[in-house]
């Protein structure tokens, strides 16, 4: 059975200013999330995507095109929305005299069924080393974040939005943000996570969509996007680089990013090794590494030149 689609967007763009001076921040975006996936939405800063999850809240409107959540179009719904939406922006602006447990309690009482909710938000804290005894002034960053996971899950949403959710975390927090991600995907629940932390990406979601100075150049699952035809190769020779093999290497079509060092080379390989293995039998080879590209290798792939990673 097909999972629902959660997030449908179809033709959305937002620009801002008039004539000359006008400045376009998303093009012509499309594209669906479905339920019960953990959604990443790649770019650096800058590139469109806090500026999608404000739309997606209906937080400022669309230039032109649409967007709907959970079969509701968010301008049209945006209060029902919301009340089965999770959201942590990228900057996130809490009542600094307040504790953390005061906010927990008041933002609580807003979504109607503060007991249970405030159950579960002690349970979230604790998961995520938070000590909600603190003013919000007095927490470090780090901890400020955490308190901004715990208000976005605190009354388990359908869907949760999240804006860079592990700026700040130290590593081990990090893996227990991901093991919260995979528990509440688990549950059929749907994560559209925007991130520029890419091994993040890699380990937790599903599928991902790149985004490029407001175009979105892709949208794969991430078993495809590391799929690619490429591989990092590392050849030690015993003695110097044999004589001839760095012209060889600079004229393959198949070749690319050759750096030299002393009886060491380091390139990229599209396609077959056997070319390059004859291109490296005048030499004796001491050791040859071949390593996978990472998700990072194929995110740049994207923006070194425009075009898409082969």
């Known amino acids: 059975m097909a999972s629902a689609t959660v997030i449908e967007i179809s033709g959305l763009s937002k620009t801002y200013g008039s004539g000359s001076q006008q400045t376009a921040a998303l093009r012509n975006l499309s594209l669906s999330v479905q339920q019960g996936e953990i959604f990443g939405y790649l770019g650096p800063n800058g590139a469109g995507k806090t500026t999608t999850i404000r739309m997606l809240l209906d937080l400022i ?42 906010v927990i309690h008041y933002v609580a009482s807003v979504h109607g069924d503060s007991k249970d909710i405030t159950k579960q938000a002690d349970e979230l804290a604790k998961r995520l080393q938070l000590d909600t005894s603190k003013r919000v002034r007095d927490l ?101 680089v044999p004589e001839g093999l760095a012209r060889h290497l600079q004229q393959s079509s198949e070749i690319s990013d050759v750096d030299i060092n002393g009886s060491r080379v380091k390139m990229r390989l599209m396609g077959d090794f056997d070319p390059l293995l004859r291109m490296i039998s005048d030499g004796y080879v001491k050791d040859l590494r071949v390593e996978e590209p990472s998700l990072e290798d194929i995110f740049l792939a994207y923006y070194s030149d425009g075009t898409e990673a082969r």
């Open 61 to 102: 409107r669309p230039s032109s095109g649409s967007a709907s959540i959970f079969g509701m179009d968010v301008r049209d719904h945006s209060v029902e929305i919301h009340r089965r939406v999770g959201f942590l922006p990228g900057e996130l602006s809490l009542w600094e005299g307040r504790t953390g447990q005061q």
């Open 140 to 240: 470090s960053s780090g901890n400020k974040r955490k308190l901004g996971l715990v208000l976005a899950m605190m009354h388990s949403p359908d869907l949760l939005i999240l804006d860079e959710p592990t700026n700040g975390l130290d590593p081990l927090v990090q893996q227990t943000f991901h093991e919260m991600m995979d528990e509440f995907r688990d549950k059929g629940k749907t994560v559209f996570l925007s991130s520029h932390i890419l091994s993040e990406v890699q380990a937790i979601c599903d599928r991902a969509g790149i985004l490029r100075d407001g175009d979105l150049k892709a949208v794969e699952s991430i078993e495809k996007l590391m799929n690619v035809e490429f591989h990092w190769v590392d050849v030690q020779f015993r003695d110097a």
